[in-house]
Every structure is written in structure tokens, then in C-alpha cells.
Nanobody, 125 residues
Framework: QVHLVESGGGLVQAGGSLRLSCAAS????????MGWFRQAPGKEREFVAA????????TYADSVKGRFTISRDNAKNAVYLQVNSLKPEDTAVYLC??????????????????WGQGTQVTVSS
């Protein structure tokens, strides 16, 4: 069982930056692949970035590649999302998720077993 709590969201102007954090409970955090997703009002949950259990492999959505960076610190049971050059279209609730199994694409929300409540990111133009 993993409990996830996101933080770091807020209101920022276009072009600004934030660092989102996801704190995880549980002794087996280092065995999970982790992902960040986002969901805007009236839209489906969208893949943003993922990182494998060791931190040695990362994947990004094309819309955020070059602007967002995912990282993790297994000693601190935490995963991070550095978001730079923010655009109004990045406005959404950002959620972190943990994936137990090696099966299934890290881009697919259904492959994840545990979810946080999310943190709101609002980008003004």
C-alpha cells in the first residue's frame, strides 16, 4: 500500500516555474514506477511524465518535453516534477501515481495502482 500526497502547486504567470513534489508512504516506494498526470476541467486525465523505479529511465508527453523534468529521491520517498516555461494550457490539477507492475505502459493511467489527491497549477496569461 502506498499513500501519495502532492504539493507545490499554485498560481503563476506564463513563463514561470514551479516544483511539484509527491511524498509517498510505504517501505516499498523504491520498487514502484512513478508517474505525473494532469486533469483540466472537462478533460480526460492526461499523461505528463513517468520515471522508473531506479530513476534511470524517464518518459515525457510531447507537450511538455524540454520544459518539465521528473526526478525521484528513493531515500526520501519522493518524486518531483520541475515545471518551467509554463503556458496557460498547462493549467490543471497535477496528480502523482504509483505503478506496482512492470506490465502496462507508463503512459496509461489504468496501469497505475495508487493516486494522490492532486495539486492545482494555474497559469495566467
Amino acid at each position: 500500500q502506498v499513500h501519495l500526497v502532492e504539493s507545490g502547486g499554485g498560481l503563476v504567470q506564463a513563463g514561470g516555474s514551479l516544483r511539484l513534489s509527491c511524498a509517498a508512504s510505504g517501505r516499498t516506494f523504491s520498487s514502484y514506477d512513478m508517474g505525473w498526470f494532469r486533469q483540466a476541467p472537462g478533460k480526460e486525465r492526461e499523461f505528463v511524465a513517468a520515471i522508473n523505479w531506479s530513476g534511470g529511465s524517464t518518459t515525457y508527453a510531447d507537450s511538455v518535453k524540454g520544459r518539465f523534468t521528473i526526478s525521484r529521491d528513493n531515500a526520501k520517498n519522493a518524486v518531483y516534477l520541475q515545471v518551467n516555461s509554463l503556458k496557460p494550457e498547462d493549467t490543471a490539477v497535477y496528480l502523482c501515481a504509483a505503478k506496482e507492475s512492470l506490465e502496462g505502459s507508463n503512459r496509461y493511467p489504468g496501469a497505475y495502482n495508487y493516486w494522490g489527491q492532486g495539486t492545482q497549477v494555474t497559469v495566467s496569461s
